[in-house]
């Protein structure tokens, strides 16, 4: 048997559709400043992503790329300023920043109204105590991911591998909220493999190539992987040995084209779910926000 093919770009094609149709009948354009600091090649390349779409979407994006010598005290000041603009509805700060600049400082420097990132202490607090309001885009998207393959999460066995704040935290807050028994695995833990084949949900997102091997599947399980590395000969590979899996998982996402293109469409999303709360109308279709 082989795995079911968990389609990331078809998924996010059909909610970029869903969000640029929100937006035309929304009658406002929101407005979305992504911040890099620095001229990091992957950073950059997202950033551009980023842009791209959101233009595609009918939001009034803007990138403002800052030097990479920039002090923190300058970001904030740009920070401060987006902040007060009427005109823009959602801030994003690209991670990593330079040594100077301490990422939490520029995080919790966004009005949590515009943090469409989902990282700043308000909304991750929200979010643990399963009253989301703006969630960080790439575990919105491993949700949407499970929900659209039609996995069943209450009360199954999740496994998040990773426990950063942009991944496997708040994953692990939303697979709970949904009612899944969820394990955290780290650098740390022993015996990940075991782990690993107790897992139903298995979502990998440990930062290392290939690091879930086949003989740590279970046959019924739905695994997810957030990892993106590139190889030194090129081609690109997840966390999760997809050869190898593929013959023994019920389900998987790709990489490329699984996790990644969710990650975009779900700040576009969130760009639209800030623009309507700060103009104090309901993002219909979108329980459990507010
Ligand atoms: N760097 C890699 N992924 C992300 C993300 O989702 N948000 C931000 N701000 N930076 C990132």
Not at 26 to 48: E, K, M
Not at 50 to 71: M, Q, V, W, Y
Not at 240 to 267: D, K, R, S
Request: aromatic fraction near 2%; charged fraction near 20%.
């Amino acid at each position: 048997m082989s795995a079911r093919i968990i389609d990331g770009r078809a998924l996010a094609a059909a909610l970029n559709a869903e969000t640029a149709r929100r937006i035309a009948a929304s009658g406002f354009r929101p407005g979305l400043a992504v911040i890099l600091v620095g001229d990091d090649p992957a950073s950059t390349v997202y950033v551009r992503g980023k842009d791209r779409a959101a233009r595609a979407a009918g939001i009034a994006a803007e990138s403002i790329l800052l030097p990479a010598d920039t002090s923190e005290a300058a970001l904030l000041a740009r920070i401060a300023a987006l902040n007060a603009d009427p005109m823009i509805d959602g801030i994003l700060v690209q991670l990593p920043l330079p040594p100077q600049i301490r990422p939490r400082a520029a995080i919790e420097a966004i009005d949590p109204a515009k943090d469409v990132d989902g990282l700043s202490p308000v909304n991750v607090g929200r979010l643990f105590a399963g009253r989301p309001f703006l969630i960080p885009c790439t575990p919105l998207g491993v949700m949407k991911l499970l929900a659209a393959a039609d996995v069943s999460i209450s009360g199954a066995r999740a496994l998040v591998i990773g426990r950063s704040s942009l991944v496997g935290r708040p994953l692990a807050a939303l697979l709970l909220t949904a009612d899944a028994t969820v394990t955290i695995a780290h650098s740390r833990t022993r015996d990940l493999a075991a782990e690993c084949r107790r897992a139903e949900i298995l979502v990998a997102a440990a930062g290392q190539p290939e690091l879930v091997r086949g003989d740590w599947i279970g046959s019924e399980s739905v695994v997810i992987d957030v990892g993106i590395h590139r190889l030194p000969g090129g081609g690109l590979r997840g966390d999760v040995a997809f050869a190898e899996a593929l013959p023994v998982a019920a389900a998987i996402t790709p990489v490329p084209g699984g996790v990644g293109p969710m990650t975009i469409a779900c700040l576009l999303e969130n760009t639209l779910t800030a623009a309507l709360a700060r103009r104090d109308q309901p993002a219909r279709g979108q329980p459990g926000r507010g």
